[in-house]
Structures are given as C-alpha cells and as structure tokens.
T-cell receptor, first 114, second 111 residues
Framework: KTQVEQSPQSLVVRQGENCVLQ??????????LRWFKQDTGKGLVSLTV?????DKTSNGRYSATLDKDAKHSTLHITATLLDDTATYIC?????????????FGAGTQLIVIP | EAAVTQSPRNKVTVTGGNVTLSCRQT?????MYWYRQDTGHGLRLIHY???????QIGDVPDGYKATRTTQEDFFLLLELASPSQTSLYFC??????????FGKGTRLTVV
C-alpha cells in the first residue's frame, strides 16, 4: 500500500502563476518530510525539509508547510518560471537514524508554459 | 562540497549479462542506499547499508546483490540481468539526522 500520496499527478500552469502541490502520508513515525525537485532523467535536488509539527519553511519562491496531526504537507511555488518544469517528490523519513526508511511519493509533474 | 557520484551514468547490457553499478560519497555519511525509479512509481529501495561491511535488504531486492566495501563506496550488482531491471538507479547517502544527498542516477537498459 502506498504510504505517500501526492496530488495532483500532473499540473500545467502559465509562467508567473502560483501553484500548490499536496502530499498526504500514512508513514508512522513521521520523523521528517522533505520536498525534492527532479528534472527529467536527472537526480533529486532537495528544496526544503520539515521536521516539527506545524513547521513552515521558505526557500526563495518555494515555501512549504507540514501538519503532522493531519499527516499532510503542501509545497507552494510562487511566480513560476519555465525552469520550474520538473517532477516534485515528497519524501517522508520514518526516523532520524540509518535504520529509518525514506518513503517516496510518485511525484507531481509540473509543466510551466509561456 | 557534499557529493554522491555514480558510475556509469548510462549502461546497456544484454539479458543474462553481469553489471556493476558504483556509488561513492564524500559526505562522511555512514548510510548509503540504492533505489530504482520507474514510471508511475516512487523510488523503491533495493538495498542499503549503515557502514562498511554491512548490508540490509530493501523492498525490491530480488535479482540484486550489493556490497559496501568502505564507508565511501557502495556497489550494486546484477549478476544475471533481465529486461525487468531496465530502470533509472539512484544512490543516496544520509547521516543520522535529516541530511540526504542523491547521485545523478544511472540509466540501465537490458536488451
């Protein structure tokens, strides 16, 4: 059973618009949650990590929230650029040690058009 | 600068062939992982290790062996490659907290 669900599966926005990506999970314990950006066929680049209940982070045009009670996270991208076209992957770590696992969502494919 | 280096970046082999994928990290991380990524799936864990000489089985280990020779080096071995192992493979390293780095991936095609 998939423990990390992302929505929407894909999204098309016009350059300059804002967008919101969702991540719902059932991983327990939920030690931390991280958002990655993956360009097609490339590696994963970390955007932000959330650790605590009701954490909010900001990294330039990317901002994220985490609600551990609801097991839900959002990634906001403001004023999208063409280079934001990529797959965004939500990953939940079930504890902070080596024996913990990283649980991956299947990703949201974002396409930014002119 | 933190880094995870995978080699080769691309590989084509025949069914039944023998393939070794290499991963080296310079992050002083104890923990290293091998994942595969296929369309429609999140990354799936094949094998992982928390130190030289240690090996743990992941979620999709069938057809794969792995070996951790040093803290820096983690190898994934396909001794009898099959077309179902055509995939994009990622190596990652982590510390005991939340720090994690991924390699750029190895695209393996088994024909």
């Amino acid at each position: 059973k998939t423990q990390v669900e992302q929505s929407p599966q894909s999204l098309v926005v016009r350059q300059g618009e804002n967008c919101v990506l969702q991540c719902n999970y059932s991983v327990t314990p939920d030690n931390h949650l991280r958002w990655f950006k993956q360009d097609t066929g490339k590696g994963l680049v970390s955007l932000t990590v959330l650790v605590h209940e009701n954490d909010k982070t900001s990294n330039g045009r990317y901002s994220a929230t985490l609600d551990k009670d609801a097991k839900h996270s959002t990634l906001h991208i403001t004023a999208t650029l063409l280079d934001d076209t990529a797959t965004y992957i939500c990953v939940v770590g079930d504890r902070g040690s080596a024996l913990g696992r990283l649980h991956f969502g299947a990703g949201t494919q974002l396409i930014v058009i002119p | 600068e933190a880094a995870v280096t995978q080699s080769p970046r691309n590989k084509v082999t025949v069914t039944g062939g023998n393939v070794t994928l290499s991963c080296r990290q310079t992050n002083s991380h104890n923990y290293m992982y091998w994942y595969r990524q296929d369309t429609g799936h999140g990354l799936r864990l094949i094998h992982y290790s928390y130190g030289a000489g240690n090996l743990q089985i992941g979620d999709v280990p069938d057809g794969y062996k792995a070996t951790r020779t040093t803290q820096e080096d983690f190898f994934l071995l396909l001794e009898l490659a099959s077309p179902s192992q055509t995939s994009l493979y990622f190596c990652a390293s982590t510390n005991a907290n939340t720090e994690v780095f991924f390699g750029k991936g190895t695209r393996l095609t088994v024909v």
